[in-house]
């Protein structure tokens, strides 16, 4: 009988196949992460403020307060994530010793370095990450991350670039899956991405980890938009708990999460869910300030 | 041979291919009224209160009951097997489970992710070699009933068991690749008689 050994590649990649289907929901406290749970959440982001208090506050956004996270991670039995910024391999090291389930390295959060990321291989805590096509991707996983989302716009309750971020992704996987053997080389110089993952991508048409969805979400029918699309769950931010009713509206984005084929399902758990979050058009928001330019 | 498996959240797709390898038909459940004519049933890995939590509304709860009454095999891994036990320790206030088979399961037994391993398993019954259990945030089961057979222990803990037409598994066979334990799921306890 051999020794167990933690903080394997497979055990990182496999707690992301198991939050599968599922919704990740952003919380700032421990009563809104208990709403989380309660309404079928597969694991909660523990922030200091939601991406669109952070957007209306400006300044620079760091890691949450260790206190908030600890809090967090006591009140709740399912996963906790939580957000450390782009390049900030301390506050990493924070979260992996505050005992957070997974950490997501965040374009929410105000860059640390402009040219370097955290190098995930470093960590036993997994790491997820955001991009906005294949070669982002594929450049996070080789730096050691074991689940990516799609960044969309954070805060801003528009599902436009969380729709242009997925579909950029698989055009690319199908891309790259018509080209012949040779032609991989040049394609992994033009992605910008590791030769091996390149081809490792080419070969299985699809990611080699979990890739969900984030940026944007706001409704049951955003939800099952990016499912039909081919993500595989949903990150929701300030789309539950900046709406009217945040409990129904998480357990009706839950649903459609499931039955995101269903359109009588997702029709009925629609209905009545009081306000969504006011949205924001991403023209109206300067490039500077758009989140997912964060991030290379 | 149709086996379905619960695709309310989590790995159901691994499930799903790693038993189509065995020439079975495999199918995704997400309403109960799709379990009728299945031999028998795979809870997936997943988050158990997220799965419970829709098992609830969509009625599973009363119609996998009755269709293992009707002589449906079950087996659940991780998060399934904790929905299939009769009692959970450190469960969520009110968490309900299917109650079906005899055995008390501890959620989150080992801690958290970084807690989280893998490990070479003797699972009894199974030849060629360990099996390589995946524990991710796992359970363990802390004590099984009469009538219930452990079929594995890691660090003196039972990790596998099985009782008559119901197996729990705390790790995820569906992400190793090694199809020996799906094979004994299908060949043996699916149609297997009533204990």
Redesign the interface.
Known sequence: ????????L??KT??A??????VIMDVVNVEQAKIA???????VMALERVPADIRASGGVARMADPTITEAI?GAV???VMAKCRIGHFVEAQIL?SL????IDESEVLTPADEEHHVNKWDF???FVCGCRNLGEALRRIGEGASMVRTKGEPGTGNVVEAVRHIRAVTDEISWLSGLRPEQLFAAAKDLQAPYDLVKWVAENRKLPVVNFSAGGIATPADAALMMQLGCDGVFVGSGIFKSGDPSKRAKAI??AT??FE?AEIIARVSRNLGEAMVGINISDIPPAERMQERGW | MKVGVL????????HIVSLEALGVTALAV?LPEQLDGCDGLVIP???S??IG??ME?YGFYEAVARRHEEGMAIWGT??GAILLARSVL?A?PGQRTLGLMDIAVR??AYG???????????VSGLSGG?YTG????APWIESVGEGVEALAR??GRIVAAREGDLMATTF?PE??GDPRIHRLFVEQVVGSPRA
């Open positions: 009988m051999s020794d167990a050994t933690t903080g394997t497979r055990v496999g707690l196949e198991m939050l599968k289907g599922g749970e309660d309404a079928g959440a597969v694991a991670v039995s399912i996963p992996q005992g957070v389930d997974y036993t805590v997994p839950v649903e499931t039955h269903d | 695709a309310l959240q989590g790995a159901f797709r691994e997400r890995g997943g988050e209160t997220a939590k829709l509304t991780c998060a450190d969520l959620r989150n958290r992710q970084s807690e989280s391993f893998e490990v070479g398993l003797d360990p995946v524990f991710i945030r890691h660090a995820h992400l190793t």
